[in-house]
């Protein structure tokens, strides 16, 4: 059975950093691409980075030059290192695993900034 499972967030005032993981387990992490989402209380949940499997990212614009997605295959983990946070970063991060034929999602962990 596939698993994802996100740790390292908290609460952290503006302008710290906190670095978020997501081991997966049950599958071949090197076959996903992975990704963090962010879901704010009334708000859609949003893409924040994605990686695929060759180790190119993408950011949301409203990250970009702050937040740097990476992964380690050997590990089967994939990193959300979140440099100079803003109090609207506050949200909950989950982490997505996604092939051609499955779509997998953790249970989220809450990044609280504090102004």
């Known amino acids: 059975q596939v698993q994802l499972v996100e740790s390292g967030g908290g609460l952290v005032q503006a302008g710290g950093s906190l670095r978020l993981s997501c081991v997966l387990s049950?599958?071949?992490?090197?076959?996903?691409?992975m990704t963090w989402y962010r879901q704010a209380p009334g708000k859609q949940r949003d893409l924040v980075a994605g990686?695929?499997?060759?180790?190119?990212?993408n950011y949301a614009d409203s990250v970009k030059g702050r937040f740097t997605i990476s992964r380690d295959n050997a590990k089967n983990e994939v990193y959300l290192q979140m440099n100079s946070l803003k109090p609207e970063d506050t949200a909950v991060y989950y982490c997505?695993?996604?092939?051609?034929?499955?779509?997998?999602w953790g249970q989220g962990t809450q990044v609280t900034v504090s102004s």
């Open positions: 997505n695993a996604r092939n051609y034929a499955s779509d997998y």
């Open positions: 049950g599958s071949m992490f090197s076959m996903y691409a």
């Open positions: 990686i695929n499997i060759v180790g190119s990212a």
